[in-house]
C-alpha cells in the first residue's frame, strides 16, 4: 500500500512541476482538461479505492474467525495491567502465553478508558469500563514482545506498558502450574520482619498475596510471585533489588502522580519489606 | 422595482457621504460598537492568529520534551496540559476561526453587498469566540489547566475522580461557548450568501470560495450540536451529577466518542472545504487561467459535505465496533478520495493548461506548498481508512503525521496563502515579496522535516500522547524524534519572519494597487484598504470571474439606483444595502441594516459572567450573568426597532 500511495503521489507531482516550469509554446494540452480531471479525480481514485477496499474488507472478515485456544482475562488500571489466567492465577504487566498458539485476550478497564497494542503481534483494541473486547493475538516464535496503551488515560500514560512473554508449550506450562502456588512462606528473621510490615502498614490494603490472610487488597497488582517478574510499575522499573527499593521507597518520584503513595518506612523497614518482596517468588 | 444600470469604471472611486456613514465612531466606543464585516474580519484572522503562535509555543515545549529519551523539560503533567490545549487551541481557537474571519472578510466583498445579513450578530460571533478564548486561557492563571486531551474522552474527563480540579470543567463549558460564537456565525453566512448576493449573481456565478463557506457553514449548523451536546453532558456528569457516561450507573462511555466525532469529523473537513475555496481562488488568480472544471469542483465540495457526515467511526475503529460496520465506515472514508481527487485534478489541471508560466508570488507558493504537503496526506489519509492498517497505525505517530499533513497541509498553507493574498486588500499595503518567499520556504522544508519523520516512529510503534520514551527503542527512533524537534524549531523560525512581515508591512509596506494580482473577483475592483461602504453601486455579473469579463471587454455595469433611491448617496445617515432573490439574484429591494452598537459585546460579556458562573459552580455569578444577558438582549432589540 505504502508503495503505491508513494508511487501515484511521485507521479502527480512530477506533473505539477512540470505544469509550474514548463515554457508555453504551446498551450494546447494534448488531453481535453476536463478529459483530464475525470481519468485522474474520479476513474483513477475510484480504482484503487475499490482495490484497497476489497482487500481490507477480506482481511477484516477473516480477522472474525480466528478460533482461540486459551482464554486471558486483561483488566486496565491507571497504570498498568492485570491479569488474570483460567484457574485464577494473577500477575501484572507480564502476560504469559504459548508461542503458535491464537489467545484471546478479553479485555476490560477498572477506571478510564485503555488500548491494548502489542505493536510487533498486531493492531490495537480498547478496554473500556463497563463493556469488554475480545482480541485474538499469537506469536509465531518464542520471545518476549513490548506492549503498550495506546488510549490516553491520564498522567501516567506514557508509562503504562507490558510484556508479552511468549514461551514453548511445556516452559509455559510449567510456569503456569508455578503461578498456581500460594505465596512462599518468609524465610530468615529479616524476610518475616518484612511481612509484618507489610502487614501492618498501608502495602497490604492495595496489594492481595495469596496465602497471606492480612495481604488482601485489590486496587494494586497481585505480589504472590512478584520476584518473579522482570519488570514493575508499567515498565518504569527494571525487577532488580535496586529497581524495588527505589519503586517502594519513591513511587511518587519514579512515577509522578501514579496510585502508589510513598509508604513512610524507616530504613530499617524498608530493608526488612524488600527482603519479604525478593522471598515471593 | 426599477433599476438604472450604469457603467462604472474598474475601480471605483470614493464616495464620501457614504463612508461618512459607514464608518465607525473614532477611539473605543466605535471599536466596540463596530458592525463593519470587514474590522470584525480582521479581527477574528488577528486573534485566530495569535491564538496559532500560542499553540505553536505549546508544540515547541512538546518538541523540546520529545527531543531524546527520558527527557525531564516539562515533565508529565505539564506535558499533557500543553498536548490538551494545543489541539484545543488548533482546533477550536485557531482552525475553525481563522476561517470564520476570511467568510467575515471576504464573502460580503466578494458577493458584491456591504455587510454581512446580520451585522450585530456578527459582532456578537466575533466577541463569543474572544471570550470563550479567554475563558479556556484563564485556566492558566487558576493553574487548572485542562490535562484531559483535546478530545476529552470520558470516563478520564468525566469524572472528578479521574479528573480532579477545575481543568476539564473550563475545557467543556468553553468548547460548549464557544459553539454559539460559531453556530451564529454560520447562519449569517449562510443568509449572506442566499439574499445578499450582487444582481445577476446567480448560484453558477458564486466564487468558489463563497461556495466554500456556504458548504462549510451547512455543515457546522448539523455538525455543532453534537460538540455542544458533548460539552454540556460532560460539564453535568462533572459538576451536576449526572451520570450521561458512568459505567457503573448505567451510562455508556462509549455514547461520548460517538458525540464526539459526530461532530469531530465533519469539522476537520469544515476546515479543509473553505481553505481549497482559497485554493480554488488564488491558483487560476496567478496562472491567468479560468478554473478548470467549475462545476465539477463546486459539486466536490458539496459532495464532501454530504459524505463528511458518514464517517465518524473511523476514529473508532479500535473501540471494538462490528466487523459490517468497519466495513461500511472504511469504504465510506475511502470513497473521499474521489471529490478530493476531482477537486485536486482541477488544480493541478488549472496550472497545466495556463496560458502563462504561473507567477510564483507568496501567495501561489504556499497555495503550492499545499498541493504537495496535502497530496501525502491524502495517500496517507487512505491507509488509515483501512481498517486492518488503521488498527496499526490508529493513536499512533503515524496517524499525527497523517493529520498534521491533511490539517496543517491542507488548511494552515491555504490560510497562509489567503492572509498573503488578501493582505494588501485588507491594509492597503504590500508584504515584502523577498521575506514573504523566505519565510514560505522555512515553513515547507521545516513541515516536511518535523513531521514525515512521525511517519516511520509510528511504524515503528511510538504512540501518541506519551510525554517521554525511554531509552532501548534503538538510535533511528531517537534520532528521528530529535530530528523532528529541530524541524518544528524551523517552522516557528518560518512563522516568525512572517509575523515580523505582517507587523512591518502593514505600516512600511508599499502602497498597494486595488488590485495588485490581476484578480478576478470584485473585491479587486475597489481601493485597497476597501472603503467602509465596500461598494457604492452593485456591479451586474455575468460570471464567477467578473473582472476578467470586463478585462476581456464585456460592459461594467452596476445598480446604482433602486426605487428612485441613488444608493451612491447615504439616506438619513443609516446604513442601507440591497437584498436580493435567493435563486437568480435578481429582485432587488433597499434595507437598512441595523446601526453599530455596543450590545453584542455586552451580551457576549455577560454571556462569560455565566460560563464563569458554571465553571466556578457559583449560581450567584451565573444567576448575575443571565441578568446581564437578560438586558443586553432587550438592549438590543431597541436599537433595530427605531428604524
Known sequence: ?281 | MTLAERPVPRVAAPFAALQRTWDDRPGIPGMLESVDHKRIGTRYLVTAFAFLLIGGVEALLMRLQLAGPDAEVVGAQAYNELMTMHGTTMIFLFNTPVFAGFGNYVLPLQVGTRDMAFPRLNALSYWVYLSAGGLLYSSFLFGAVPDGGWFAYVPLSGNRAFSGGLGMDFWAVGIAFLGVSTTVGAINFLVTAIRMRTPGMTWPRVPVFVWGVVVMSLMIVFALPAITLAGLTLEADRNFGFNFFDAAAGGEPILYQHLFWIWGHPEVYLLFIPATGIVSTIIPVFCRRRLVGYPLVVASLVATGFISFGLWLHHMFATGVPALSADFFSVASALIAIPTGVQFFAWVSTIATAPVRPRLEPPMLFAVGFLVTFLIGGMTGIMVAMVPFDWAAHDSYFVVAHFHYVLFGGTVFPTFAGLHYWFPKMTGRMLDRRTAIVSFWLIFAGFHVTFFPQHILGLMGMPRRVYTYTEGYGTAFDVMNLISSVGAFVIAAGIALMTWNFLRSRRRGAEAPADPWGADTLEWSISSPAPAYNYAAFADVESHAPLWDWDEGRTRTAVAVVDDEDLTQPLGGHHRTIVTSALEADEVEVVTMPSPAAWPFALALASLVICIGIVASSWLIAGVGALGVTVAMVAWQQGIAER
Open chain 1, 1 to 281: 500500500m505504502s508503495v503505491t500511495a508513494t508511487v501515484i503521489t511521485l507521479a502527480i507531482l512530477i506533473w505539477l512541476v512540470r505544469g509550474l516550469t514548463r515554457r508555453r509554446r504551446d498551450i494546447t494540452p494534448r488531453w481535453s482538461e476536463q478529459r483530464l480531471l475525470i481519468a485522474g479525480g474520479v476513474i483513477m481514485p475510484l480504482v484503487v479505492v475499490t482495490a484497497v477496499s476489497v482487500l481490507a474488507v477480506g482481511v477484516i472478515q477473516a480477522s472474525e474467525r480466528t478460533e482461540p485456544e486459551m482464554r486471558i482475562e486483561v483488566e486496565g488500571h491507571q497504570y498498568w495491567w492485570e491479569v488474570t489466567y483460567a484457574d485464577g492465577q494473577e500477575t501484572a504487566n507480564e502476560i504469559h502465553i504459548p508461542a503458535g498458539v491464537p489467545v484471546e485476550m478479553v479485555l476490560t478497564s477498572d477506571d478510564v478508558n485503555h488500548s491494548f497494542w502489542v505493536p510487533a503481534l498486531g493492531g490495537k483494541l480498547d478496554l473500556i469500563p463497563g463493556s469488554t473486547n475480545e482480541k485474538v493475538i499469537e506469536a509465531d516464535e518464542p520471545g518476549v514482545y513490548e506492549g503498550l496503551c495506546a488510549e490516553y488515560c491520564g498522567i501516567q500514560h506514557a508509562n503504562m506498558r507490558f510484556l508479552i512473554i511468549a514461551q514453548p508449550r511445556d516452559e509455559f506450562d510449567a510456569w503456569l502450574a508455578d503461578q498456581t502456588r500460594p505465596a512462599a512462606a518468609p524465610e530468615g528473621v529479616e524476610a518475616r520482619r518484612g511481612q509484618q510490615v507489610f502487614e501492618q502498614q498501608a502495602c497490604s490494603g492495595c496489594h492481595t498475596v495469596r496465602g497471606n490472610r492480612v495481604a488482601d487488597g485489590e486496587q494494586g497488582p497481585d505480589l504472590t510471585h512478584v520476584a518473579s517478574r522482570s519488570t514493575l510499575a508499567g515498565l518504569a522499573i527494571v525487577n532488580t533489588e535496586a529497581g524495588r527499593r527505589r519503586w517502594v521507597a519513591h513511587p511518587q518520584i519514579v512515577k509522578d502522580g501514579n496510585e502508589m503513595p510513598a509508604v513512610p518506612l524507616t530504613p530499617d523497614e524498608l530493608d526488612a519489606v524488600l527482603a519479604y518482596l525478593d522471598g515471593l517468588r
